[in-house]
């Protein structure tokens, strides 16, 4: 049987239900001063709306660093029945202080391990994936020490990698370096934002090599995703793919519409895109496998 590790322990994969890939209850970084999502309160009704629209399982990617808070996802999660899925890892150079950087750096996969094994500092919350990022298309200095530590990591815990693609760019070259030269399969990477570059050659590539494609991020004015999601989906789903699609909705900001968007308002068009089946199978069925621990 396989597991996925929520933030209260690990539950078998087939009972995640529907699941927002994707999403963020809390994020903090100094890319975005004055627009932190760091407010509980703020976080239970957001859960609570997606928990009423039949959400079951929401995926946070925050990684180390950005304002985690795993004592609230625990306690929101007791409270409001949601599961939720902690993440590990590290986001950009860009989201982290100079010394930070520097201190963790040389121990980056110990701490990748101790987050999925022991938990996120004295929280006792277990991670259940490792977050790492991409570079503007292509994969810089930051993101390849990352990725090496998140592929040792990966190996040594079966924990899920989810890749921030940079406005949706440097899929394949992500997919080189995790998969071909370090050894991680390719059903065990989600790739993230791939609707912020709707390239559809693009896509084509990375689902035949393997991997779990994740369009999050709904309504961003600045970035190609509602209206072309219906068309890029049902593309997928004719070339064999649908298997590979995951849907989030990467709140990021307290402006963004989120989790509960996704449910309110995505679902009943894609439901006429790829019918009620392939959707089910994109926001239950998948999702379980894209997140589940692999064996050792």
């Not at 094994?117 to 790492?132: M, Q, Y």
Request: a negative charge.
């Amino acid at each position: 049987m396989t597991r996925v590790r929520t933030v209260l322990g690990d539950v078998p994969a087939g009972e995640l239900g529907v699941c927002d890939a994707h999403d963020h209850l809390f994020i903090r970084t100094p890319a975005l001063p004055g627009r932190e999502l760091d407010d509980p309160a703020d976080a239970r009704d957001r859960l609570r709306e997606f928990h009423e629209l039949g959400g079951r399982t929401v995926v946070q990617w925050t990684p180390y660093g950005m304002g985690r808070r795993p004592e609230d996802l625990a306690a929101l999660s007791r409270q409001g029945g949601t599961r939720i899925v902690a993440a590990t890892g590290l986001h950009r150079a860009a989201h982290y202080a100079p010394e930070l950087l520097g201190r963790i750096m040389p121990g980056l996969e110990d701490l990748f391990v101790s987050e999925i094994t022991d938990g996120i500092g004295r929280s006792g919350v277990r991670a259940g994936l490792i977050k790492v990022a991409g570079a503007f298309h292509g994969v810089d200095a930051h993101a390849r020490h990352t990725m090496v530590a998140a592929a040792g990591a990966h190996h040594r815990t079966g924990a899920p990698i989810a890749v921030h693609l940079e406005l949706g760019t440097a899929a394949t070259d992500v997919l080189d370096l995790l998969c071909g030269e370090l050894g991680v399969e390719p059903r065990r990477v989600v790739l993230g934002h791939l609707g912020r570059f709707p390239d559809a050659v693009a896509q084509l590539d990375v689902a035949r090599a393997g991997a779990f494609l994740a369009f999050d991020g709904p309504s961003r004015a600045h970035h190609a995703t509602d209206w072309r999601l219906p068309e890029q989906l049902a593309s997928l789903a004719e070339a064999g793919f649908g298997g590979q699609v995951l849907l989030g909705g990467d709140t990021t900001v307290p402006e963004t519409p989120g989790m509960p968007y996704l449910l309110r308002r995505l679902r009943p068009r894609l439901v006429r895109s790829l019918g009620d089946d392939a959707l089910e199978a994109v926001l239950v069925a998948n999702p379980a496998r894209a997140f589940a621990l692999a064996a050792l």
